[in-house]
């Protein structure tokens, strides 16, 4: 059974820093992952999708990167901002099937 | 401009009830798909649909169901056999993978928050 897991599940940092969040899963048989934001109480903006063929894709201040062998994928965010405050969530989709498999995602808190 | 679109955004139950949960999408995408997102947990898959008058259970469909009539549409209803129904819900759509590795990017609506009262 696929599991992803996100590290840590939360974190505080103040503006301007780089940081970067982790997705760990553990069946490599993945067709694509997929990054997400959530803001409180509503639903979930794509960032960024990496199919499973490719190691990095950037959006922006965004980069995500994937190890399918490893079972890891980071997303990286420069030169962070208050506005970056939500909860960021990844995603796998299993090859062969059409569901989505969820971490429990990253509280980020961007202080001025 | 192109979308998926929830309704009601709050809905309140009574004991025993069933409640319908709206999910319309524009986007032309063949795929749908609902989630429950509760405090603490990862979004659970619900049910899922690949085609107009086909679905397929999730992991978590007991006292749920859902029909399929229209492309655009993917009503969720949440009858009196589910026990606990209070929780976030989230309706997707993506395009069927079949097109391709890029046409799977799921797209989310804004979420449907039901209460038990």
């Known amino acids: 059974k696929q599991e992803v897991t996100q590290i840590p599940a939360a974190l505080s940092v103040p503006e301007g820093e780089n940081l970067v969040l982790n997705c760990s899963f553990t069946?490599?048989?993945?067709?694509?992952l997929q990054w997400f934001r959530q803001d409180p109480g509503k639903g979930l903006t794509s960032l960024l999708l990496i199919q499973s063929s490719q190691r990095e894709q950037t959006s922006g201040r965004l980069n995500a990167s994937l190890d399918k062998s490893s079972g890891r994928s980071t997303l990286y965010i420069a030169a962070s901002q208050p506005g970056d405050s939500a909860t960021y969530l990844c995603a796998v989709r299993l090859a062969g099937f059409q569901k989505l498999v969820f971490g429990t995602g990253t509280r980020l808190l961007v202080s001025p | 401009d192109g979308g998926i679109t929830q309704s009601p955004k709050y809905l309140f139950r009574k004991e025993g009830q069933n409640v319908t949960l709206s999910c319309e999408q524009n986007?032309?995408?063949?795929?749908m798909y609902w989630y429950r997102q509760d405090p603490g947990q990862g979004l659970r898959l619900i049910y899922y649909?690949?085609?107009?008058?086909?679905?397929q259970k999730g992991d978590i469909a007991e006292g749920y169901s859902v029909s399929r009539e229209k492309k655009e549409s993917f009503p969720l209803t949440v009858t009196s056999a589910q026990k606990n129904p209070t929780a976030f819900y989230l309706c997707?759509?993506?395009?069927?993978?079949?097109?391709?590795?890029?046409?799977?990017?799921?797209?989310f609506g804004q979420g449907t928050r039901l209460t038990v009262v």
């Open positions: 069946d490599s048989a993945i067709y694509n």
């Open positions: 997707a759509s993506s395009i069927d993978r079949d097109r391709g590795p890029s046409g799977t990017e799921a797209f």
């Open positions: 986007l032309n995408h063949d795929a």
């Open positions: 649909s690949q085609i107009v008058n086909d679905f």
